[in-house]
């Protein structure tokens, strides 16, 4: 069966069972968590019980205490909220004996809370019986003092009517009782405050028994009283203790009631607290063992769930992987080639099915296999089946067996051409694919390669014929082809050779060289012949020729020769007669020439030659040396020229015509000696002007350096009579300070008086204090004695009382003794006050006297300071007066050093111009000279007399500038005979 | 002080029974005046040294010697329940007299200071104040409050302040 389901079939159901089995484990946990979920939850609340149960009797113990009516809301409201819980949880509980717990301290819990409002009941109860107990005491207590004062106001009124001794005793004895009831009562008052607070039982019965006596005594004063209102009275007084001792009785009872109710409450709560406690130790121990069975389920299933697991995967793996084991392995062997073989399996599965598949893919291999051998074998008339559309092998296989075919038709067409002679033809390659067009190509190529050659050999032959000579064949050729071509190659050698000894035999005549012949030895056969006939020619030809050539060379050398005398024939005849005419021109040429030549060599520059007897070209040469001579004579004239003007005192003169060559150089060097010259003048005469203006400086400056030195010299001598005063304030200063030493001496004097005055005067207050605290001493004294007196009238007082009537004056005379000692004590304390003051005031003074002798001590310090500082300053006066004196020596040397330079600067200044005279002299000279109006512009310096003020320079500046160009041209012409300017 | 003259004034208008009933020795505890009847005064003294008695109340300082007899000597300030009295210059005696079961005895009590013999009409005298519910036991010993001037003395039955424990003799 597991054989026949599909894999997906057999993989849901394995991994079904699984989520089925992990599903339920699943459920179980959570099952089980919700059981564990309720128990917790169980135990909290009985937990929260005892809590609450503890809460709720706090809060009842809050009232007990302090009778908070909140606290009874809050405890009531704690156990309502208690009994809903316990209810709820009582649902929640499954098992009987839970329930019954939990009932159970739900009943405990009713039970604390009646007990809590019985409690709360009684204790208003009680408040009451409390307030009835006081009102009721009260109002026997004032009862009792209303009868014991009018008892009293009888005994008074008895006493003075002077009755008799019995009745007077009566009376007391029933005031003495009264008042013992009295205290019974308050006695009893304080037995029941006692009670109240320590809740001890013996009080009770003591307030019982007091009770009792203050009843029996009440009634046995009341049958004593005579007076109906007096018995009266008492029955108020029984009634009022009636009442109290009812409350009290009352108020007993409740507080014994309440105080079982108090234990009640304390069970209750106690066997709650227990119960609750139980009920959580049960649903502990439940809630462990529900874990352990918990626990043990899920273990249980969860070892199921794996051993089933495990039993389905192998199943199932199983039922796939063997049948894919066989499948792959038929496939492996197919891959191999393996054709034979066959699959067994069987299945309806997916793996039957692949098995299937396999199957027929061998049976089509098996086919396919066997039309390919047939193929081989060279049988193509064998059929191959496409098995269908996409049966690629199939098709291939058939595509093959059609190429094949086609391959063997072509090839028996070509051999059958080949026989009949057309080289020409050939098989189309398009018709076959991949190597068969090889094959094809191949054979095409073959037929190529034994016509080509053959071809070639036939147009070479062609064109030799018509004269045109091919280049040698270079491509490679094998066998018999290459003969061919060898041959063909020295055919058009042969033809080269001729071809190129004509072509140079033509060169060489063309370029005369006549000399030149062709080899005939180089050329075979008729080839030499045509090449000796063209040697011969040319030898006729050459002859008269070399005659020509020889006269020629030596008229160029010079060597005029004699007329040629022998006759030639036709052309070489003309050839001679102009050779002879141009012998004669040469010879006239050259006696011209000499003859100019001796006329130079003589100075005779103006002699020049006959143009007009030579001809042509000759004639152009006798005036070219005509012209050359006229060129070197005219530039040394202008330089004759230049060099007179120079020594006219003209430097301005240049030569100004444009030479070359040496002639150029005669120029430059004339110029630039010219120039230099001027420069040279014009430099002098800018020396000069500076010179000059120098000379004026300096003459200026050493009149100002003799005025600065008077100048200097007058205010050396208002510095000294400023050190002279100086000096004089010094000395004064110096007299000032001994009268201030003296002073300071005074004052240190009366400063130390002062302080031991003061020294005394502190003495003094010291005395007055001790005065004053000894007098504080006997103050004291007469204050204890006013005391003592003051006690002794009080006690004469007492005694005076004592005496009854007859004390009466001995209590006034006490009375003024006290007064007395009375007004002794406070005059004691004047005094004492006025005394502590002065101690103060003695105190103050000894303080302020104490800080005057410190200033005073201070005082004479400070004194003192001013006496050192005195006499420094004295000192420092002293050498102030020496430095003084030092000051005047030094100024009285700097008088005879400024006296001095005064003297210098005048004698330098006459120096100065002596200068200036020397230099305007020097100005004069050279202003003879004539230089370029640009450079005098220049350089032209002012020239005055040093006796012109420098004040007036400015404005005779220009008048002068020009009077000194107009006078430089006098001067040239006054000059110009002087003989030293002329050497010059 | 300023009642000095009081007492005088007292003396002359009333009747004998009324100012031999109504005379008081007064003194201070602390800043409040305290007084009780004159005829329970036996002497009055300035402080003298007081010998210490082992096992005794401590209100009690000890005894004195008087004149050659022994008196026991209380300070009232601890009686009532306040600080120890501290000795100043003013600080006094004062012996009283007592009689218990019919025997007379000596006690001294040991006050800040004596100030007057001190004249009350009975008409300035109050019963002890009435404090309800607070009232106490231990306040049986006042007698009544007298109203002097502005000021207020506590009258004191002396005899019940030394002998607490004891049954009240007499009305």
Request: cysteine-free; aromatic content about 4%; glycine content about 6%.
């Given at each position: 069966m597991l054989k026949n389901m599909k894999l997906a079939m057999k993989m849901g159901v394995g991994f079904g069972a699984l989520i089925i089995i992990t599903g339920i484990i699943g459920f179980m946990g959570w099952i089980n968590v919700n059981a564990l979920d309720s128990r917790v939850e169980n135990a909290d609340d009985a937990n929260w019980m005892v809590k609450q149960s503890q809460e709720a009797q706090i809060a009842a113990r809050n009232y007990m205490l302090t009778e908070n009516d909140d606290d009874v809301q809050k405890a009531m409201a704690l156990a309502a909220e208690f009994e809903k819980r316990v209810t709820k949880l009582d649902?929640?509980?499954?098992?009987?004996?839970?329930?019954?717990?939990?009932?159970?301290?739900?009943?405990?819990?009713?039970?604390?809370?009646?007990?809590?409002?019985?409690?709360?009941?009684?204790?208003?109860i009680k408040n009451e019986a409390e307030k009835g107990m006081v009102d009721s005491a009260r109002a026997a207590l004032d009862e009792v003092?209303?009868?014991?004062?009018?008892?009293?106001?009888?005994?008074?009124e008895q006493i003075r009517k002077g009755e008799n001794i019995t009745a007077i005793e009566n009376r007391i004895s029933k005031i003495q009782d009264a008042n013992s009831l009295a205290s019974l009562l308050l006695e009893a008052r304080r037995h029941e405050k006692n009670y109240v607070l320590r809740n001890d039982k013996s009080y009770a019965d003591k307030v019982d028994k007091l009770v009792k006596q203050a009843e029996t005594l009440t009634k046995t004063l009341k049958s004593r009283f005579v007076d109906a209102a007096n018995q009266k009275q008492a029955?108020?007084?029984?009634?009022?203790?009636?009442?109290?001792?009812?409350?009290?009785?009352?108020?007993?009872?409740?507080?014994?009631?309440?105080?079982?109710?108090?234990?009640?409450?304390?069970?209750?709560?106690?066997?709650?607290?227990?119960?609750?406690?139980?009920?959580?130790?049960?649903?502990?121990?439940?809630?462990?063992?529900?874990?352990?069975?918990?626990?043990?389920?899920?273990?249980?299933?969860?070892?199921?769930?794996?051993?089933?697991?495990?039993?389905?995967?192998?199943?199932?793996?199983?039922?796939?992987?063997?049948?894919?084991?066989?499948?792959?392995?038929?496939?492996?062997?197919?891959?191999?080639?393996?054709?034979?073989?066959?699959?067994?399996?069987?299945?309806?599965?997916?793996?039957?099915?692949?098995?299937?598949?396999?199957?027929?893919m061998i049976q089509a291999q098996q086919q396919k296999s066997r039309v390919a051998r047939e193929i081989a074998d060279g049988n193509l008339n064998v059929s191959v089946d496409v098995l269908s559309a996409d049966d690629v092998l199939g098709e291939s296989m058939d595509t093959m067996r059609r190429a094949i075919e086609n391959l063997v038709s072509d090839t028996i067409f070509l051999s059958e051409a080949a026989v009949k002679g057309e080289l020409s033809t050939r098989v189309d390659p398009s018709r076959h694919q991949g190597d068969y067009r090889r094959i094809v190509v191949g054979v095409n190529g073959t037929l190529d390669a034994v016509i080509g050659p053959l071809n070639v050999a036939a147009e070479y032959v062609d064109n030799i014929s018509k004269g045109t000579i091919p280049e040698k064949i270079t491509a490679q050729y094998n066998g018999d082809f290459n003969k061919i071509k060898n041959n063909l190659n020295q055919c058009i050698n042969a033809v080269n050779l001729l071809v190129s000894d004509s072509i140079m035999l033509a060169d060489a005549a063309v370029a005369g060289k006549l000399g030149t012949r062709a080899d005939a030895q180089k050329h075979q056969g008729d080839y030499?012949?045509?090449?000796?006939?063209?040697?011969?020619?040319?030898?006729?030809?050459?002859?008269?020729?070399?005659?020509?050539?020889?006269?020629?060379d030596k008229i160029s050398k010079g060597q005029i020769p004699e007329k040629i005398t022998t006759e030639y024939n036709g052309d070489f005849n003309a050839i001679r007669q102009n050779l002879n005419q141009c012998i004669a021109a040469i010879n006239l040429l050259v006696s011209d020439a000499a003859t100019l030549a001796d006329a130079a060599t003589n100075g005779k520059l103006d002699t020049r030659a006959d143009v007009t007897k030579h001809q042509g070209d000759?004639?152009?040469?006798?005036?070219?040396?005509?012209?050359?001579?006229?060129?070197?004579?005219?530039?040394i004239n202008e330089a004759s020229t230049v060099l007179e003007k120079l020594a006219d005192y003209d430097l301005t003169a240049r030569v100004e015509g444009e030479y070359k060559g040496d002639h150029a150089k005669i120029k430059t060097a004339l110029n630039s000696t010219a120039e230099v010259l001027h420069e040279a003048i014009a430099q002098v005469r800018q020396a000069v002007g500076q010179v000059s203006s120098a000379a004026q400086q300096i003459s200026m400056s050493s009149q100002q350096v003799a005025e600065g030195a008077s100048e200097q010299a007058s205010s050396l001598e208002e510095?000294?009579?400023?050190?002279?005063?100086?000096?004089?304030?010094?000395?004064?200063?110096?007299?000032n300070t001994k009268q201030a030493q003296t002073l300071a001496e005074g004052t240190r004097e009366a400063a130390n008086k002062g302080s031991a005055e003061m020294n005394r005067m502190m003495q003094s207050m010291g005395q007055i204090k001790t005065a004053a605290e000894r007098t504080a001493e006997i103050i004291k004294d007469i204050n204890e004695i006013a005391f003592q007196t003051n006690l002794l009238a009080l006690n004469a007082a007492v005694e005076a009382a004592r005496a009854g009537a007859a004390g009466r004056g001995f209590a006034v005379v006490a009375e003024e003794v006290r007064n007395l000692a009375g007004r002794a004590k406070d005059a004691a304390q004047n005094t004492e006050t006025l005394i502590k003051e002065s101690v103060s005031l003695a105190d103050g003074g000894e303080k302020i006297s104490g800080e005057v002798n410190q200033n005073l001590l201070a005082m004479v310090e400070s004194v003192e300071k001013v006496t050192n500082i005195i006499s420094e300053i004295t000192l420092a006066s002293e050498e102030q007066a020496r430095g003084i004196e030092q000051v005047n020596k030094a100024m009285v040397e700097m008088d005879t050093v400024t006296q001095r330079a005064a003297a210098n600067s005048e004698e330098s200044s006459s120096a100065a111009e002596e200068l200036a005279g020397q230099s305007e002299e020097l100005m004069a000279m050279v202003a003879k000279f004539r230089l370029n109006s640009h450079g005098s512009m220049g350089t032209d310096v002012p020239i005055r007399h040093t006796s012109v003020p420098i004040d007036d320079v400015k404005p005779k500046n220009n008048v002068r500038q020009t009077g000194s160009v107009s006078s430089a041209s006098f001067a040239i012409s006054d000059f110009a005979d002087d003989p030293d300017f002329k050497e010059f | 002080m300023e009642s000095q003259m009081e007492p005088q004034e007292n003396i002359s208008s009333k009747n004998e029974t009324v100012a031999l009933a109504n005379k008081f020795i007064t003194f201070k505890l602390a800043d409040e005046e305290y007084g009780f009847e004159i005829l329970r005064v036996r002497e009055i003294i300035g402080l003298m040294d007081i010998t210490r008695v082992p096992q005794t109340d401590p209100a009690v300082k000890g005894v004195i010697n008087l004149r050659g007899k022994v008196n026991p000597v209380v300070d009232l300030r601890l009686v009532f329940g306040m600080s120890e009295t501290v000795p100043t210059d003013q600080t006094v005696i004062v012996i009283v007299q007592l009689d218990l079961a019919n025997q007379q005895k000596n006690m001294g009590v040991l006050v800040d200071r004596v100030l007057e013999v001190l004249n009350v009409d009975s008409a300035d005298i109050e019963p002890p104040p009435d404090m309800g519910d607070f009232e106490s036991t231990s306040r049986d010993f006042i007698m009544g409050v007298a109203k002097v001037g502005k000021r207020v003395v506590f009258l004191l039955d002396i005899a019940r302040v030394l002998s607490r424990d004891s049954e009240p003799i007499e009305s």
């Open positions: 649902a929640n509980l499954k098992d009987q004996a839970d329930k019954e717990t939990t009932e159970q301290t739900g009943k405990k819990m009713s039970g604390w809370l009646k007990s809590f409002s019985k409690y709360v009941a009684l204790h208003h003092s209303h009868l014991l004062k009018d008892q009293n106001d009888k005994l008074n029955d108020v007084v029984l009634l009022s203790i009636a009442k109290y001792n009812r409350h009290f009785d009352d108020f007993v009872k409740k507080n014994i009631e309440q105080e079982r109710e108090t234990q009640t409450m304390a069970d209750h709560i106690s066997e709650l607290q227990n119960s609750a406690l139980e009920l959580r130790k049960g649903q502990k121990d439940k809630m462990q063992a529900q874990m352990s069975s918990a626990i043990t389920t899920m273990i249980a299933l969860a070892i199921g769930a794996i051993i089933l697991g495990l039993v389905l995967a192998t199943v199932i793996s199983r039922a796939i992987t063997v049948p894919v084991t066989k499948v792959t392995e038929a496939a492996r062997l197919l891959a191999k080639g393996n054709v034979k073989q066959d699959i067994h399996i069987h299945q309806k599965d997916e793996v039957g099915q692949l098995a299937d598949a396999f199957r027929e030499r012949r045509i090449v000796e006939g063209v040697n011969k020619t040319l030898d006729a030809v050459i002859g008269p020729l070399n005659v020509a050539a020889e006269y020629v000759f004639g152009r040469i006798v005036d070219g040396v005509n012209r050359t001579l006229d060129a070197v004579i005219h530039p510095t000294t009579s400023s050190m002279e005063e100086m000096a004089g304030m010094t000395k004064q200063n110096a007299d | -």
